[in-house]
Nanobody, 119 residues
Framework: QVQLVESGGGLVQPGGSLRLSCAASASIFSKVAMGWYRQVPGKQRELVARITSGGNTNYADSVKGRFAISRDNAKNTVYLQMNSLKPEDTAVYYC?????????????WGQGTQVTVSS
């Protein structure tokens, strides 16, 4: 079973920055697209950033220009650099692999990491 371990969240003031990390146990890590999702209570989990196995990136409009996704295949780790954070970025952030159909590939999720943007 694939294990996903997210870390790096915390409390930050508006305008601040955080860097999230996600370590995956999957042997196929380097061959799959990876993504960062976020979820707030009462809402569906949304995909905010995606990086292909080749390093191409895509972002949700709400985070474009502020967030940057990257990956280190040698470490089976994907990162999310979050700058100019806003209160509406407050959520639990999760990572997962992404299928060609843009749905989560791994059936299990990690525990997520809480990001709270507040003054």
């Amino acid at each position: 079973q694939v294990q996903l371990v997210e870390s790096g969240g915390g409390l930050v003031q508006p305008g601040g920055s955080l860097r999230l990390s996600c370590a995956a146990s999957a042997s196929i890590f380097s061959k799959v697209a990876m993504g960062w999702y976020r979820q707030v209570p009462g809402k569906q989990r949304e995909l905010v950033a995606r990086i292909t196995s080749g390093g191409n990136t895509n972002y949700a409009d709400s985070v474009k220009g502020r967030f940057a996704i990257s990956r280190d295949n040698a470490k089976n780790t994907v990162y999310l650099q979050m700058n100019s954070l806003k209160p509406e970025d407050t959520a639990v952030y999760y990572c997962n692999a992404i299928s060609p159909g843009l749905t989560p590939l791994f059936g299990s999720w990690g525990q997520g990491t809480q990001v709270t943007v507040s003054s």
